[in-house]
């Protein structure tokens, strides 16, 4: 059963840079696009990106000048980092795994971690 | 575009059906699918594709689409399945993002 496990920091003031890392246990780690969603307090499922296991990324076009989503495929981990981060970026964050058929029109996540609550505040 | 428009709430009595609409034009070329969300929890996938269950998901939970629009059917709505739901695809304009739904909030009386 595959499991995702999430970490970073919690806390950060304005204008640093969110790092959060999240671990693949119990399954393959190619064929998936591996993705970082958030929620604010309140409020509904943001989309951030993505990334596979050869590296090939896709951003949400509203974040992409401040994001990077990276993959460590030898201890099956992927990483996101946010920049200069703000109070709007306070939220749960979570990870997924994300299946990507576009022939057969499939898209969907089906396994998610627990979430990472960031504030931002100084 | 690549927005999901979604019903901000609906209401369903114990035992009765209650159908949660997704709308966009993604949905033309996407099959949407489907997440439960209930306090303080992750996302739980319940329908994906023309319309699968994931294992585990009861199959009163089904899915149909037709042009732009997804629809989430509950039929035989359960206590537990009060929670938010939200819709998800891909753009198909070309940016290749991921889109959620505005979700939609299910309140079991």
């Known amino acids: 059963q595959v499991q995702l496990q999430q970490w970073g920091a919690g806390l950060l003031k304005p204008s640093e840079t969110l790092s959060l890392t999240c671990a693949v246990y119990?399954?393959?780690?190619?064929?998936?696009?591996w993705s970082w969603i958030r929620q604010p307090p309140g409020k509904g499922l943001e989309w951030i990106g993505e990334?596979?296991?050869?590296?090939?990324?896709n951003y949400n076009p509203s974040l992409k000048s401040r994001v990077t989503i990276s993959v460590d495929t030898s201890k099956n981990q992927f990483s996101l980092k946010l920049s200069s981060v703000t109070a709007a970026d306070t939220a749960v964050y979570y990870c997924?795994?994300?299946?990507?058929?576009?022939?057969?029109?499939?898209?969907?996540?089906?396994?998610w971690g627990k979430g990472t609550t960031v504030t931002v505040s100084s | 575009s690549s927005e999901l428009t979604q019903d901000p709430a609906v209401s369903v009595a114990l035992g009765q059906t209650v159908r949660i609409t997704c709308q966009g034009d993604?949905?033309?070329?996407?099959?949407a699918s489907w997440y439960q969300q209930k306090p303080g929890q992750a996302p739980v996938l319940v329908i994906y594709?023309?319309?699968n269950r994931p294992s585990g998901i009861p199959d009163r939970f089904s899915g149909s689409s037709s042009g732009n629009t997804a629809s989430l059917t509950i039929t035989g709505a359960q206590a537990e399945d009060e929670a938010d739901y939200y819709c998800?695809?891909?753009?198909?304009?070309?940016?290749?993002?991921?889109?959620f739904g505005t979700g939609t909030k299910v309140t079991v009386l």
């Open positions: 998800n695809s891909r753009d198909s304009s070309g940016n290749h993002q991921g889109v």
């Open positions: 990334i596979n296991h050869s590296g090939s990324t």
């Open positions: 993604s949905l033309r070329s996407y099959y």
């Open positions: 997924a795994r994300g299946l990507w058929w576009a022939a057969a029109r499939y898209y969907y996540m089906d396994v």
């Open positions: 594709g023309k319309n």
């Open positions: 119990g399954g393959s780690f190619s064929g998936y696009y």
